[in-house]
């Protein structure tokens, strides 16, 4: 397997360009079945992750072209043969789930297999299944797989217990198809969501309040869309600028939204960073120096958007273990995500855990060491941490990143940073 090693770097200086949202990419790739015509999307990012959903569209017979460096995916989703996601491609990514929705809304049937728990908890999958019964859709699980019926699929009152993210896509996709008018009260008002909302506005859906909790649905007959384009990554973009804050340097990341970022933003200021924001072309470009001391912040919970995203907390951890004093990170989405501080603290950091919350104590430098990646967003706080830290560091199990971060070295090393891949040695035959 790869790692990147990393060596104490210079404070990070330069632009960095966002690409698209992975997270915003999966669903739609998914919810383009939905639609009658083919569709080519726009600014997806070639990353692991985006290939694995794709295999996934060709596993149940569409035709796919992926122009991974001009960021194209062009779906043929009219024939689709087999109406089943398998077991071995959702364990590997569980956003395969996603497919669950899109399938039962156009083909009134499904079969998807369950996905396992991963590194961050269990994450089961009970509030999507709650969202599609309340569709009047009938589901069993059999064997590992979730088989849907829908027969007698109709809009519907659907209740979020949790406003989570994957459940909302998932009933918005099924309720685009469906006859009658549908609302998801207590839904997801991620960026992703809105994005996936309004993917399926531009081919016809009729969707409104994306982005706020109670978003209304009435069913359609067909969907089209020649065309779309995926938002940036508010995720990526977060992670480059707390690099840039934490080496203490000026890096300005183009082509991404601060509308998306604002609880991070303000955070990132909390810390003793200076944020200015350039509209550029109906985006943002987002420049972030720090010119004193990193200033510890009294607590950062993390939450539902529009709170802290549970998806930059350990990138902001590895920034406050060099703050001078003592910080609070409280994780309220996950139930596991505090893997990173275990190798954090092998690098010298402070951190206490508690409960769900991470006591961090600053300390006045990090040392390099080997250290192991749990899952994505852990391993690029541990790669951020390698570029303050003494010596060298060298970052196992990169596959994560490669799910999650396109171009990771090439960005980071056009910021001035001493990174570089170590390609794990074929076994001679
Ligand atoms: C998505 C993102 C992930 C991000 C997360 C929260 C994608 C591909 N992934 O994941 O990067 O960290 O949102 O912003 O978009 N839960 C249940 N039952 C369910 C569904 C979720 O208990 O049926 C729990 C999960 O275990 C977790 C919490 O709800 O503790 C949040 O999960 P959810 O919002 O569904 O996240 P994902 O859609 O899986």
Same mark, same amino acid.
């Given at each position: 397997?790869?790692?990147?090693?990393?060596?104490?770097?210079?404070?990070?200086?330069?632009?960095?360009?966002?690409?698209?949202?992975?997270?915003?990419?999966?669903?739609?790739?998914?919810?383009?079945?939905?639609?009658?015509?083919?569709?080519?999307?726009?600014?997806?990012?070639?990353?692991?992750?985006?290939?694995?959903?794709?295999?996934?569209?060709?596993?149940?017979?569409?035709?796919?072209?992926?122009?991974?460096?001009?960021?194209?995916?062009?779906?043929?989703?009219?024939?689709?043969?087999?109406?089943?996601?398998?077991?071995?491609?959702?364990?590997?990514?569980?956003?395969?789930?996603?497919?669950?929705?899109?399938?039962?809304?156009?083909?009134?049937?499904?079969?998807?297999?369950?996905?396992?728990?991963?590194? *961050?908890?269990?994450?089961?999958?009970?509030?999507?299944?709650?969202?599609?019964?309340?569709?009047?859709?009938?589901?069993?699980?059999?064997?590992?797989?979730?088989?849907?019926?829908?027969?007698?699929?109709?809009?519907?009152?659907?209740?979020? !217990?949790?406003?989570?993210?994957?459940?909302?896509?998932?009933?918005?996709?099924?309720?685009?198809?469906?006859?009658?008018?549908?609302?998801?009260?207590?839904?997801?008002?991620?960026?992703?969501?809105?994005?996936?909302?309004?993917?399926?506005?531009?081919?016809?859906?009729?969707?409104?309040?994306?982005?706020? $909790?109670?978003?209304?649905?009435?069913?359609?007959?067909?969907?089209?869309?020649?065309?779309?384009?995926?938002?940036?990554?508010? *995720?990526?973009?977060?992670?480059?600028?707390?690099?840039?804050?934490?080496?203490?340097?000026?890096?300005?990341?183009?082509?991404?939204?601060?509308?998306?970022?604002?609880?991070?933003?303000?955070?990132?200021?909390?810390?003793?960073?200076?944020?200015?924001?350039?509209?550029?072309?109906?985006?943002?470009?987002?420049?972030?120096?720090?010119?004193?001391?990193?200033?510890?912040?009294?607590?950062?919970?993390?939450?539902?958007?529009?709170?802290?995203?549970?998806?930059?907390?350990?990138?902001?951890?590895?920034?406050?273990?060099?703050?001078?004093?003592?910080?609070?990170?409280?994780?309220?989405?996950?139930?596991?995500?505090?893997?990173?501080?275990?190798?954090?603290?092998?690098?010298?950091?402070?951190?206490?855990? !508690?409960?769900? $919350?991470?006591?961090?104590?600053?300390?006045?430098?990090?040392?390099?060491?080997?250290?192991?990646?749990?899952?994505?967003?852990?391993?690029?706080?541990?790669?951020?941490?390698?570029?303050?830290?003494?010596?060298?560091?060298?970052?196992?199990?990169?596959?994560?990143?490669?799910?999650?971060?396109?171009?990771?070295?090439?960005?980071?090393?056009?910021?001035?940073?001493?990174?570089?891949?170590?390609?794990?040695?074929?076994? $001679?035959?």
């Amino acid at each position: 397997m790869d790692s990147i090693l990393v060596e104490k770097s210079p404070p990070l200086s330069g632009e960095v360009r966002i690409s698209g949202a992975k997270n915003a990419a999966l669903p739609i790739i998914a919810a383009s079945l939905l639609c009658d015509s083919p569709v080519t999307l726009q600014n997806i990012p070639n990353l692991a992750d985006i290939s694995a959903m794709e295999r996934l569209l060709c596993s149940m017979g569409m035709e796919t072209r992926y122009e991974r460096d001009e960021g194209t995916l062009e779906i043929d989703p009219s024939r689709v043969r087999w109406l089943e996601a398998p077991y071995d491609l959702v364990r590997k990514m569980r956003a395969s789930f996603f497919v669950l929705g899109p399938l039962v809304g156009k083909y009134r049937e499904a079969k998807v297999s369950m996905p396992g728990g991963c590194a *961050i908890g269990a994450r089961p999958v009970n509030i999507h299944l709650k969202a599609l019964e309340d569709l009047n859709i009938e589901l069993e699980v059999e064997h590992g797989y979730v088989v849907a019926d829908g027969s007698a699929m109709r809009g519907g009152r659907v209740h979020l !217990e949790f406003p989570s993210v994957g459940a909302t896509e998932n009933a918005i996709c099924a309720a685009a198809r469906a006859p009658g008018e549908s609302v998801i009260e207590n839904a997801a008002r991620e960026p992703e969501v809105t994005d996936l909302a309004d993917f399926l506005v531009a081919a016809g859906a009729k969707i409104e309040g994306q982005g706020t $909790s109670t978003i209304q649905i009435q069913g359609v007959d067909n969907l089209s869309v020649d065309s779309y384009s995926i938002i940036p990554d508010r *995720i990526e973009a977060g992670t480059y600028l707390a690099a840039a804050a934490l080496t203490g340097g000026t890096v300005q990341a183009t082509h991404c939204r601060e509308k998306d970022l604002t609880a991070f933003l303000a955070d990132l200021r909390n810390t003793g960073c200076e944020v200015n924001v350039e509209p550029d072309g109906g985006l943002d470009k987002i420049t972030v120096s720090r010119p004193g001391p990193i200033q510890p912040v009294s607590e950062i919970v993390t939450l539902p958007y529009p709170g802290f995203p549970t998806d930059l907390q350990a990138q902001m951890m590895a920034l406050l273990c060099l703050a001078e004093g003592t910080s609070i990170v409280k994780e309220t989405i996950f139930e596991n995500r505090f893997m990173h501080v275990s190798e954090l603290s092998r690098m010298g950091a402070d951190i206490r855990v !508690e409960g769900n $919350s991470a006591i961090i104590r600053g300390v006045k430098s990090l040392s390099g060491s080997p250290v192991m990646a749990s899952d994505l967003r852990a391993s690029a706080a541990l790669l951020i941490a390698g570029l303050v830290a003494e010596g060298k560091t060298e970052v196992l199990r990169v596959y994560h990143l490669d799910r999650g971060y396109e171009k990771i070295e090439q960005k980071f090393l056009g910021l001035g940073a001493k990174v570089e891949r170590v390609r794990a040695a074929v076994p $001679s035959k």
